[in-house]
C-alpha cells in the first residue's frame, strides 16, 4: 500500500469479495444475485465494484438511475442492469442502452409500451414492481389484471421479472409486518405467473432481507449494503468487512494555548493547552457538519481523536493532545476504525447515508488488502 499523501478513499476489493462470499453463503446455490451499484456503487467505485461482482458471478446489476447505468455500459459493463427509478422522459436512454426498466404503475406501463412500439422492439425486458408496504413505488394487488391485459395486447415488451422491495427487514420488532410484506409479494406473484405464458423470475430480498428471510429468497436477491461491508445489525458486521476506508493526512498541528479558539465562531476554547491537527476534509467531502465539537472523531495511529470546533468546508481540525503525531502523519476517517457504523451512530445515521455522501471531489483509489 502507498503512503497516503492526501485525502483518498481506499475501495479493497478483497473485502468486498469476502463480503459477497458471507452472503451468498446464506443463499441457495442457484439462486441468482443483483448486485445494487446505485450512488457510485453506494459511495465506492461502481465501475471497479461492478467488474470485481462479475468475476464473483453475480448476473444482474440494479442502478437507481440510468445515468448510473451508462457509466457501467461506458465501461464496457454488458451485464444486465435493471433501472429502479425510471422515468418517462428516460425511456429513451435506458433503451439506447439495453438497461431494462422497472415498472411501478399503470401510466408508467401505458407510457413504456407506447414507446416501445414507437421504437419498434420486440420482447423488451420489464420488470415489474410491486408495492407491499413501502408505499414508495409500485403497483398494488389491483394492478394485476390492467398489468396482464397489457402485457398480452403488445409484443413490444415481456415481464423479465416481478419484485418488491422490504421497508423493514432489518428490524426485530417488525417481523410480523414484513411477514405480511412476504405473504402479499407471494400472492401477487403467483397471479403473475400463473396467467402469463412464460416465466418472470422473483426477486425481494435486500441485505437484511438475505441475512433475516433467506426462506423468501426466490430466483435472486438485490444486495446492496451488505456487499459495501455493513449488514444493519452487529453481529452481521463483524462477518462483513468495509470495502471503504476515508484516509486523508494531517496538514499543519498548531499548539493552541488555553483561552484560544479554534475555527468559525469559536466554537472550540481551549481549557488548557491543546495540539490541534487541521486535515484536509470537510463538509464539502462528505463529513457532515453534525460531526463536529466532539461528536465525531477520527484515528491517528491508531488513537481516537475528537474533531473539534464547528467542520470547516474543507477542513477539519482534530485534538491530538495525547497523540504522537506530525504533519504529514495518515489519519483514517473511517474504515475499519472508526467504522462507518459507529460514528454514524452518534448522530443519528446510518453508514448507507455516510459511504453514499462522500462526494466525488475525494479521489477513489483500488486496492486489495
Ligand atoms: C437500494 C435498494 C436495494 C439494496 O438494499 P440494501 O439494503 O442496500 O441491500 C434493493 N432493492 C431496492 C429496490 C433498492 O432500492
Redesign the pocket.
Known amino acids: 500500500m502507498q503512503k497516503t499523501t492526501e485525502t483518498v478513499l481506499e475501495i479493497d476489493l478483497n473485502a468486498l469479495r469476502q463480503n459477497y462470499q458471507y452472503l451468498t453463503s446464506k443463499i441457495d446455490k442457484t439462486t441468482e444475485v443483483m448486485g445494487?451499484v446505485?450512488a457510485f456503487g453506494?459511495g465506492s467505485d461502481a465501475v471497479a465494484v461492478a467488474k470485481e461482482l462479475i468475476s464473483l458471478g453475480v448476473s444482474y446489476f440494479?442502478v437507481?438511475y440510468p445515468d448510473e447505468g451508462i457509466a457501467l455500459r461506458n465501461a464496457g459493463i454488458k451485464t444486465p442492469i435493471l433501472v429502479?427509478h425510471p422515468l418517462p422522459a428516460t425511456f429513451k436512454k435506458i433503451v439506447t442502452y439495453s438497461m431494462e426498466p422497472?415498472i411501478y404503475s399503470r401510466s408508467m406501463m401505458q407510457q413504456f409500451i407506447t414507446f416501445a412500439e414507437k421504437e419498434n422492439v420486440t420482447d423488451y425486458p420489464i420488470h415489474l414492481?410491486f408495492n407491499t408496504g413501502l408505499n414508495r413505488l409500485g403497483f398494488t394487488a389491483d394492478d394485476t389484471a390492467f398489468i396482464l391485459e397489457n402485457v398480452s395486447k403488445t409484443n413490444s415488451v415481456k415481464i423479465q421479472s416481478v419484485?418488491s422491495?422490504l421497508a423493514a427487514?432489518e428490524d426485530h420488532l417488525e417481523k410480523d409486518f414484513t411477514k405480511s410484506q412476504l405473504d402479499q409479494f407471494r400472492s401477487i406473484s403467483e397471479i403473475i405467473l400463473e396467467k402469463l405464458p412464460y416465466k418472470p423470475f422473483r426477486h425481494t430480498l435486500?441485505?437484511?432481507?438475505v441475512l433475516n428471510y433467506p426462506e423468501a429468497q426466490y430466483d435472486m436477491v438485490?444486495?446492496?449494503?451488505?456487499?459495501y461491508g455493513f449488514g444493519?445489525d452487529p453481529k452481521e458486521n463483524s462477518h462483513l468487512k468495509p470495502v471503504a476506508t476515508l484516509k486523508t493526512v494531517i496538514s499543519q498541528i498548531h499548539t493552541v494555548k488555553k483561552g484560544e479558539t479554534v475555527g468559525y465562531n469559536r466554537a472550540f476554547k481551549a481549557s488548557e493547552t491543546t495540539k490541534t491537527a487541521t486535515l484536509p476534509v470537510g463538509h464539502a467531502d462528505g463529513i457532515k457538519r453534525l460531526f463536529g465539537n466532539k461528536r465525531g472523531w477520527v484515528t491517528v495511529h491508531g488513537k481516537k481523536a475528537y474533531i473539534i470546533g464547528n467542520v470547516c468546508m474543507d477542513m477539519i481540525m482534530i485534538d491530538v493532545t495525547e497523540i504522537d503525531c506530525e504533519e504529514g502523519d495518515e489519519v483514517i476517517v473511517f474504515g475499519e476504525n472508526p467504522s462507518a457504523d459507529e460514528l454514524t451512530q452518534v448522530i443519528n445515521t446510518i453508514p448507507?447515508e455516510l459511504i453514499t455522501g462522500i462526494s466525488q471531489r475525494v479521489k477513489r483509489v483500488i486496492c486489495r488488502k
Open positions: 445494487v446505485k453506494y440494479a437507481a429502479l422497472a414492481k419484485f422491495h427487514s435486500n441485505t437484511s432481507g438485490r444486495t446492496g449494503i451488505g456487499l444493519n448507507y
